[in-house]
């Protein structure tokens, strides 16, 4: 018998839908289902409001840091498209003069000495100044926008150690019409200064050309100006700015190869022997040139002095100052004003790829087989070396003179290279008392015993004792491990001959009466240990 119910098809859902389905029937939705849905409410309110605080939080953070970094890096890009611009700038912009004519002048240092800045009283002094194309020491200077640094000038001074930088201006003057005022852009103290009221110093103004014009004019001279002192509100003592003869920006490899710088005569030098000797063993080795600052010299070093001048192989610097107690207000005799003028003074003014810093009493040996000086270190150079430290062994005078080798018939018998022939047996260590030989295209500060300041990525090269030393001839002192020496006779062997008759020669020429060069009252003072 056949049903008569109607069978009705089940519509077909979906699983989502299914799945809802199954929550809502379940007898704990029912129940709980308000409370259920308040509590995910509250959730997703307070989710909400922790994200909206976190992104509002980080959105002012990071604008904030981005406004620093922007800052920032406007600076740093700023610098760093000076950077890479100033090289093709330097390039490309013409240099001019006012008064052409200085250029054509050689350097003879006859112009140069020390000029105070304002009151007397105050004791600020000005020498020299240098212009350095170098772009290394002008990169970081800022340069108001629409103008590019091409150079600088270096100005070398006797300042307080304790003087308000911002306060110096430098003060350019070009065919003696005023040009323009700017503040100084580094000033420093020269090393060693030991904190002394006064120091050797150089302030450095950068020069800058607007880059829409394709000439910059150079400065014939600068003055120094400061404000804190009402003396020297007002530039008065200029001096006039050196600069390279030919090679203006230091394109090519320099002209001359080797130059000598003594420090400062005082005291009434009287060692006229011991200059000519000096004179002679560094011509032999290569040397062209000697800047001999002199401040205090006797009638006889004066006239030995005034004979080279006269040839050539030496400039002498008028070195005369006063109203300092030296080693007590200021290091001795301004020295360190003195070495870096001297290097500066070689490198830009004289051409020169090679500057000895020595004294009278100091030859740098080359120990290599009949080689001279100039030609280790033409040997040993390479681009990235910045100076040639020699360690220093010592000839006492308390060591019994060699006279057995003199010639005979020589008016000049006490030549130190040749007749002391005892020394110091042990090298003292690099920078104790070392010398040395620097480059000054990559030297920025000279010390005493070593470079201070240098351009990037060079080093020093440290001379060993197989391949040099310097030989310290010195009086009047002893020390350093006297006691324990060896025999010396190299310079005697290499040089004798040679030296005997060049400084006889040279004597009957500056003293034609007795074709002596006197000694000096002082120049064994020490006295002798047999």
């Not at 760093?80 to 700038?89: G, S």
């Not at 050689?106 to 170098?134: C, M, N």
């Not at 295209?441 to 030393?469: C, I, Q």
Request: one cysteine or more; a neutral charge; aromatic letters at 14%.
């Amino acid at each position: 018998m056949a049903r008569e119910t109607a069978y009705i098809s089940i519509k077909s859902r979906s699983k989502p839908v299914i799945f809802v389905h199954s929550l809502v029937s379940n007898r704990f939705t029912r129940k709980y289902g308000l409370i259920s849905l308040i509590l995910l409410t509250a959730l997703g309110l307070l989710f909400y409001r922790r994200v909206l605080f976190v992104s509002m939080f980080n959105t002012w953070t990071y604008d904030m840091v981005r406004e620093y970094i922007k800052k920032q890096s406007s600076d740093e890009l700023q610098q760093k498209y000076i950077h890479q611009t100033l090289p093709l700038y330097q390039r490309s912009v013409f240099l001019t003069f006012g008064n052409e004519s200085l250029l054509q002048e050689d350097d003879t240092g006859q112009r140069d000495h020390w000029l105070p800045i304002g009151d007397l009283e105050k004791r600020f002094k000005v020498y020299s100044a240098y212009f350095d194309p170098r772009l290394e020491v002008i990169e970081s200077y800022a340069v108001p926008d629409g103008f590019l640094p091409f150079g600088s000038v270096r100005i070398f001074a006797i300042l307080p150690f304790k003087v308000r930088k911002g306060d110096i201006f430098c003060n350019f003057r070009s065919d003696n019409t005023y040009v323009a005022q700017h503040q100084a852009d580094e000033v420093e103290a020269v090393h060693e200064h030991w904190n002394m009221e006064f120091a050797a110093s150089y302030v450095i103004c950068k020069l800058a050309g607007n880059i829409t014009k394709r000439e910059a004019r150079l400065p014939d001279e600068v003055a120094l100006s400061y404000l804190s002192e009402p003396s020297m509100r007002e530039a008065t003592s200029f001096v006039r700015i050196k600069y390279p003869k030919t090679d203006r920006l230091f394109r090519s490899a320099p002209s001359r190869s080797l130059a000598v710088c003594v420090g400062p005569l005082h005291h009434d030098f009287a060692y006229a022997l011991r200059a000519v000797e000096f004179f002679e063993y560094y011509k032999m080795n290569g040397a062209e040139r000697f800047y001999v600052y002199n401040k205090s010299a006797t009638l006889e070093v004066d006239a030995v002095l005034r004979h080279y001048e006269a040839t050539g192989l030496v400039q002498v610097l008028d070195w005369h100052f006063e109203g300092y107690e030296f080693e007590g207000e200021l290091r001795y005799e301004g020295i360190f004003v003195a070495l870096n003028d001297c290097f500066y003074r070689a490198t830009v003014a004289g051409g020169f790829r090679y500057t000895a810093i020595v004294d009278f009493d100091e030859l740098l040996f080359p120990v290599g087989d009949k080689e001279t000086l100039l030609e280790y270190l033409q040997a040993k150079d390479r681009y990235d070396v910045h100076s040639f430290n020699f360690q220093g062994v010592f000839f006492y005078d308390i060591y019994s003179p060699d006279l057995s080798q003199v010639p005979p018939r020589v008016n000049n018998t006490y030549l130190y290279t040749q007749v002391r022939n005892v020394r110091t047996k042990n090298p003292l260590l690099h920078h104790n008392r070392s010398k040395y030989v620097l480059k000054g295209r990559n030297v920025l500060e000279a010390g005493n015993h070593f470079v201070w300041k240098t351009v990037r990525d060079t080093y020093e090269y440290a001379v060993p004792e197989s391949e040099g030393l310097l030989m310290h001839y010195r009086d009047g002192s002893l020390g350093y491990d006297f006691e324990n020496v060896v025999l010396d006779n190299r310079v005697r062997e290499r040089f004798g001959d040679a030296l005997w008759k060049r400084v006889n020669e040279k004597c009957g020429l500056i003293f034609p009466e007795s074709g002596v060069c006197p000694l000096g009252e002082n120049y064994n003072q020490t006295g002798q240990v047999r």
